[in-house]
């Protein structure tokens, strides 16, 4: 069984389901997950944890994405994107310094109100399904982050920006936000997403592309292991005599694990806060972990045990 993830390049009319039921026929396993819807017309990075790698899906879903879109003003939609029913068609009179600071003036925190078209459930509900029935819910704001926004062209009525943002935000309602502070409206035209987290659209394969991978041999070649999404963290090895308890995922006294690769004169034994990998006295990862100073242990916070 393959355990990781791989890079997948969703192309347009699949659903991010539609990617995982392809995943499971070209890698021959059961166990596959995704990391984050994106709709059918959308297009871009979505990776695709297999195995133990599965246990990353809520992981890499917490992590910051990067998309390139093209805003159409002047023109509203029941979906907040091209695809919806047009509601209403209005001039575009501003000027492209007025869009530009419409834009960027969303940087930053923002409370932002789920699309009706969303999988979000209320009251056990999806969205979607109340909206194609006709029924509109009134939905709270949730707060999501702007993290970088960037113009990059700009033909009024188009407008293709780049935007970095958290988890939760919805790069459509963002689109249709805008056009509302310009008071000509807005819809989505297009969006694919170019990474998620370090994983990025230049190294992403398309499901064909994995099939001729696969029937040359090399799946595990484009396989991202599960320990390569946490290589910023501090890599400890337990002593050897602590094997079995990293094994059952128990927490490891802090004097049972060392700094790999640390000064032998100086002591091995480090306090590490915030997330650690924690491996084996032979270096085979096996979780995450994080220090707790009240118990002077490491506690588990996720394991990756087959």
Not at 219 to 246: G, Q, S
Not at 289 to 301: D, L
Request: one cysteine or more; hydrophobic letters at 35%; glycine letters at 10%.
């Amino acid at each position: 069984m393959l355990n990781g993830i791989i890079n997948v390049y969703k192309e347009p009319g699949f659903t991010s389901h539609d990617v995982v039921a392809k995943m499971r026929g070209i890698c021959g396993q059961k166990k596959i997950g995704h990391t984050g819807t994106l709709d059918p017309a959308a297009v871009g990075v979505l990776p695709v944890c297999l195995g133990t790698g599965t246990k990353l899906c809520d992981m890499l879903a917490d992590k910051d994405k990067e998309y390139v879109t093209e805003l159409l003003l002047g023109v509203v939609t029941d979906t907040q994107d091209t695809t919806g029913t047009e509601l209403e068609r209005r001039p575009v009179t501003v000027s492209g310094e007025e869009v530009r600071r419409a834009a960027l003036s969303f940087l930053g925190p923002y409370d932002q109100v789920p699309p009706m078209y969303s999988a979000l459930k209320v009251n056990g509900k999806k969205l979607y399904e109340l909206a194609r029935a006709g029924v509109e819910v009134e939905r709270a704001a949730r707060r999501v982050e702007i993290l970088e926004l960037e113009i990059l062209e700009m033909e009024l009525p188009v407008v293709r920006m780049r935007v970095v943002c958290s988890k939760g935000t919805y790069i459509r309602t963002l689109c249709a936000d805008i056009g509302e502070k310009l008071g000509c409206g807005g819809t989505m035209r297009s969006l694919e997403r170019t990474r998620v987290g370090n994983f990025r659209k230049e190294e992403a394969l398309t499901l064909a592309q994995l099939e001729e991978v696969r029937d040359k041999g090399g799946l595990e070649r484009v396989l991202c292991p599960v320990e390569k999404v946490f290589e910023d963290k501090p890599r400890l090895r337990v002593r050897p005599e602590a094997d079995k308890m990293l094994r059952n995922g128990n927490p490891v006294p802090l004097e049972a694990a060392e700094t790999e690769g640390a000064d032998e004169e100086g002591p091995r034994e480090k306090r590490h806060d915030g997330w650690v990998r924690m491996c084996t006295s032979r270096g085979e990862f096996l979780g995450i972990y994080e220090y707790s100073p009240q118990s002077r242990r490491y506690q588990p916070v996720k394991m990756f045990i087959g």
